[in-house]
C-alpha cells in the first residue's frame, strides 16, 4: 500500500531532524576546535582580510556602477518589513494565527567575522536584512494561506512553501469544506509549541 501524504511529510520532518541534528554536531564539533585554537584560528583569518583599497582596485568597474542598483532596493525591504510587521499584528489576534517571529528570520552575525572589510560587512549586513524580511514576509504570507485558500493550484510549483503539500487538491470541495477548519486549527495550535509571542482570544474565527 503506498504511503499516504501524511506519512511522507512525517518522512520529511523525520529527515530534516536529522539532518539539523548532524548540523548541530558539526557545529559544536568546529566551535570546540575554534576554542582549542582560538589565537591562530584569528590569525589565519585576518590574513584573509582584503583592504578596502584593494579591494575596490581589484572590482570591475561594471560591478561597481551596479553598486547603487543593489542597495536601491533597501527601501523597498524596510516597507516590505514595516507593512508585514503591522498587518501580522493588526489581522492574525483577529484569525488567531499564531504570529511569526521576526527575529527567527533576521540574523546579524557576520559583522564580527575579521577576514571581512567595511565593504564586505555591509553586504552581508544587506544580504542578512533583505533574505530575512523576504523569509519573514513568505512565512506571514503561507500563514494566511493556509488559513484563507489551502488549495493546490493545477501545476507543480517551483519553490512552493513548506505548508503547500498538505493544502487540499484542485477541485476537492467536499474535502476542503471539510479540512478547512482542521488546517486553520494547526495555525492556532502553533501557540502550544511556540509560546513567545502569542496572539491575543479574539473571538470569532
Not at 554536531?25 to 585554537?37: K, N, Q, S, T
Not at 476542503?176 to 509560546?195: I, K, S, T, V
Amino acid at each position: 500500500m503506498p504511503p499516504t501524504i501524511d506519512e511522507l511529510l512525517a518522512r520529511m520532518q523525520a529527515l530534516e531532524d536529522q539532518l539539523e541534528a548532524e548540523y548541530s554536531e558539526h557545529r559544536a564539533a568546529f566551535v570546540r576546535r575554534r576554542a582549542e585554537l582560538a589565537e591562530r584560528f584569528l590569525e589565519l583569518q585576518q590574513r584573509q582580510k582584503v583592504g578596502l583599497w584593494s579591494y575596490l582596485r581589484h572590482s570591475r568597474w561594471t560591478v561597481l556602477l551596479s553598486a547603487p542598483v543593489i542597495y536601491a532596493g533597501w527601501p523597498a525591504f524596510a516597507l516590505l518589513d514595516a507593512f508585514i510587521s503591522t498587518y501580522q499584528a493588526v489581522c492574525f489576534p483577529v484569525y488567531r494565527i499564531h504570529k511569526v517571529r521576526r527575529a527567527d528570520y533576521l540574523v546579524f552575525d557576520r559583522s564580527d567575522l575579521p577576514y571581512l572589510n567595511a565593504i564586505e560587512k555591509f553586504n552581508c549586513f544587506y544580504c542578512s536584512y533583505g533574505n530575512g524580511v523576504l523569509a519573514y514576509a513568505r512565512e506571514v504570507a503561507a500563514r494566511t494561506e493556509q488559513y484563507w485558500c489551502p488549495i493546490k493550484h493545477t501545476r507543480r510549483l517551483q519553490g512552493a512553501h513548506l505548508r503547500y503539500p498538505q493544502f487540499f487538491e484542485h477541485g476537492d470541495a467536499e474535502t476542503f469544506r471539510q479540512g478547512l477548519g482542521r488546517l486553520r486549527e494547526q495555525l492556532r495550535e502553533a501557540q502550544a509549541h511556540n509560546p513567545g509571542d502569542t496572539p491575543e482570544k479574539t473571538p470569532g474565527a
